[in-house]
C-alpha cells in the first residue's frame, strides 16, 4: 500500500521547473523598465503561498551580494549596467524561493514516480545532500577557528591552514560517508526503486501552476510587445 503525502509544499517537479523559468525569464526581462513589477507580482505569490519563512532567510543574501555585483559592475561601468546586475540577483533570489523549499528526498521520490533513470536521481540526491553538509562544515570550522582567536587579517597563512586543512579532511570523510549510507540502505542504479510515500499532485499545486503561469504569461506578451 502507497500513502499520499500530504505537504503544504509545492510539488517538487513543478518548484524546480518553476524556479528555472524564473531565473531564465528574469534575466531576459532584466531591462524591461517594469522588472520592478515582475519582481513584486512574484513576490505577493509567494506570500500568498506562504513562502515568507524562505524569503526572509534569502533577502540578506540578496542585499549583500546585490550590492556587491552593483559595486563591481559600477568600476567598469555605468549606473544603468549596475542597476541591471542587481535586477539580475534579484531574479536569482526569486528562484531561490521555490528551489530552496524542495525537500531533496521527496523530489528523487517524484523522479522515481516519473521513472527517471536512478542514476540521475541518486546523483541528484548525493549533490543536494553533500552541499548541505558542506555547508554546515564549513560553520563549524569557522567557528573553530574563531574560538582559537585566529583572524585572516592578522595571520593570513594559518588562518588557511586552519581552514582549508580540516575542510579538505572533512570533504574526504563525507564522501566516504554518503557512499557508505547510500550502500548499507540499499540504493542501486541497478534496480527500479520504490517507495511506501507517493508525492500527488494536489489542488494547491494545481492553484499555484495556474497563477503563476497566468503571470509569467502576461509579462512575457508585455516583452514581447516591447513595453
Known amino acids: 500500500m502507497h500513502m499520499c503525502k500530504e505537504t503544504r509544499d509545492i510539488h517538487p ?27 513584486v507580482t512574484f513576490s505577493v505569490l509567494f506570500l500568498l503561498f506562504r513562502f515568507e519563512k ?11 551580494f546585490g550590492l556587491v555585483m552593483g559595486s563591481l559592475t559600477l568600476i567598469n561601468g555605468s ?14 533570489g526569486l528562484a531561490g ?12 521520490r517524484a523522479l ?13 540526491l548525493i549533490v543536494i545532500r553533500f552541499i548541505q553538509i558542506f555547508r554546515e562544515e564549513i560553520k563549524r570550522i569557522l567557528q573553530a577557528i574563531a574560538l582559537r582567536g585566529i ?11 586552519a581552514f582549508f586543512i580540516p575542510l579538505t579532511v572533512r570533504m574526504l570523510s563525507i ?18 526503486g520504490s517507495s511506501f510515500v507517493v508525492i500527488c499532485l494536489k489542488r494547491r499545486d ?7 503561469l497566468t503571470c509569467l504569461t502576461v509579462f512575457t506578451c508585455l516583452f514581447l510587445r516591447g513595453h
Open 175 to 192: 564522501s566516504e560517508g554518503l557512499a557508505t549510507s547510500l550502500e548499507t540502505r540499499g540504493f542501486s542504479t541497478d534496480s527500479a
Open 206 to 212: 494545481l492553484v499555484f501552476s495556474i497563477l503563476f
Open 54 to 64: 524562505l524569503m526572509l532567510k534569502l533577502i540578506p543574501f540578496v542585499l549583500a
Open 13 to 39: 517537479i513543478l518548484s524546480l521547473v518553476f524556479s528555472l523559468l524564473l531565473f531564465v525569464m528574469g534575466l531576459l526581462f532584466v531591462k524591461s523598465t517594469w522588472f520592478w513589477m515582475y519582481v
Open 151 to 161: 583572524r585572516f587579517a592578522s595571520t593570513p597563512a594559518l588562518w588557511s591552514r
Open 97 to 108: 524561493v521555490l528551489s530552496m523549499s524542495i525537500r531533496p528526498i521527496n523530489l528523487v
Open 112 to 124: 522515481n514516480q516519473l521513472r527517471v533513470p536512478r542514476w540521475i536521481s541518486l546523483g541528484l
Open 79 to 92: 549606473m544603468q549596467d549596475a542597476l541591471y546586475a542587481i535586477y539580475r540577483v534579484l531574479a536569482l
